[in-house]
């Protein structure tokens, strides 16, 4: 088999670690496979790079914060590589240039165009194991280094597998699959042997944080096998998949929740056509990505209020621009929450199999959890409330659909 295997932070994150990768490296190769390698900065390099960089000027070009950040992940792969050839086995050190991994000038958030990948080809029919650089790639006019934005090396990883056609991509991190929910949060949590590409997702896309989101896009698209697995033990993983029949008898697969979410509310908007566009036009353009969005219309119908949620990492801005666009459009205010959170039930049965809603609502109502908005898909429900009650919902909603129980 050709095998990609992805190390993140915390795998990588001393000389002790990186020995540890590199033995699990050369033990897969020993057994009869060609493997690669993509690696993560160690772990709290990215943060320290980042806070050294606004300590010597806080509003650095995102060019050269590409510049700098790029670093950490060429520190692992040449330590890793290094670490394996220690072992008696061959390897080379590749950073996202030297892979082939073009992207767009987007610096600090680049979307990947092409993966060459010729490099790493010739190394594995040389033998060797080659250890690539994650979360990082080269302009297509090949004139300045970019990267992928957080999580961007499960990026790397699944592109690399695509371009060389890799029977598995294996992502290693500090968690032993995918689980119903957070463990931390409900103790009897169980691991998903499989997934479908749509429920990672979603998962993905609600708040776990165990696979970037676009990583998970990407190996959809490509259909590229996918399994999360720990590199601290040798418990097999979950695998991701296409989905199959057996997926769609689950409702439910998962709970997940998203505490990083703050609501804002224009009140009293004049009811009539363009106020929508005019408003979320002016949010869009400044690159805040909004997620739900709620209206409400008087009952005279001459005023509307209208209820969204951005990421708190944006609150600061889309206040601005929704305070500005409100004086002109002539509303009477807004008002920010900050105290919310996002609320998920995710299953590729809901498409096949109804009343997961009224569970999901019953649920929530029996524990006095009120409900501020409501989001829907094929295969997901989503609901904002307060956000002290964040895991007691996680907990209520993963007894009701009984997701301990295999």
Do not use: W
Not at 32 to 45: C, F, P, T, Y
Not at 171 to 196: C, E, F, M, Q, W
Not at 314 to 340: F, M, Y
Request: hydrophobic share 40%; charged share 25%.
């Amino acid at each position: 088999m050709l095998i990609v295997q992805k190390y993140g932070g915390t795998s990588v994150g001393s000389k002790e670690r990186i020995q540890a990768v590199a033995e699990r490296a050369v033990r897969t190769k020993r057994e009869g496979h060609d493997v690669v390698l993509i690696v993560s900065a160690m772990s709290g390099e990215t943060d320290r790079l980042i806070n050294l960089a606004q300590e010597i000027n806080p509003n650095p070009s995102t060019r050269d914060m590409d510049m700098l950040l790029s670093s950490g992940e060429r520190i692992s792969a040449a330590l890793t590589a290094i670490a394996i050839e220690a072992l008696g086995e061959r390897s080379v050190s590749l950073s996202g240039r030297q892979t082939g991994i073009v992207t767009t000038s987007e610096h600090t958030r680049a979307k990947i165009e092409k993966v060459d990948a010729m490099r790493v080809l010739v190394a594995l029919k040389e033998g060797r194991i080659p250890v690539i650089a994650g979360f990082q790639g080269v302009t297509n006019e090949g004139e300045d280094v970019t990267t992928l934005g957080r999580g961007g090396s499960d990026l790397s990883a699944v592109a690399v597998s695509a371009a060389i056609k890799a029977d598995l991509c294996e992502i290693y991190t500090d968690v032993d699959g995918v689980y119903t929910t957070d463990p931390n949060v409900v103790k009897n949590a169980r691991k998903l042997v499989k997934i479908s590409y749509d429920e990672m997702l979603e998962l993905a896309s609600l708040g776990a944080k165990v696979l970037q989101t676009r990583s998970v896009e990407y190996a959809k698209k490509y259909d590229v096998p996918v399994v999360v697995r720990s590199s601290f033990n040798d418990v097999p993983g979950t695998l991701v998949i296409k989905e199959d029949s057996e997926m769609e008898k689950v409702v439910v697969s998962g709970v997940a929740y998203d505490k990083n979410q703050v609501k804002l509310t224009v009140r009293g908007v004049p009811d009539r056509p363009g106020i929508a566009s005019t408003l979320f036009t002016s949010i869009a353009d400044a690159g805040i990505v909004v997620d739900m969005i709620v209206q409400n219309i008087s009952t005279d119908s001459k005023a509307a209020d209208i209820s969204f949620t951005v990421p708190k990492t944006d609150s600061k801005a889309a206040q601005a621009i929704t305070e500005k666009v409100a004086g002109e459009l002539k509303a009477e205010g807004v008002v920010l929450n900050d105290n919310i959170s996002k609320i998920s039930i995710i299953g590729a049965g809901m498409r096949t199999h109804s009343g997961a809603a009224a569970k999901m609502f019953q649920t929530l109502s029996s524990n006095n959890i009120n409900i501020m908005m409501i989001s829907t898909s094929e295969i997901k429900i989503s609901c904002v409330i307060d956000a002290k009650y964040t895991e007691l919902a996680v907990r209520e909603l993963h007894d009701a659909f009984e997701l301990a129980i295999a």
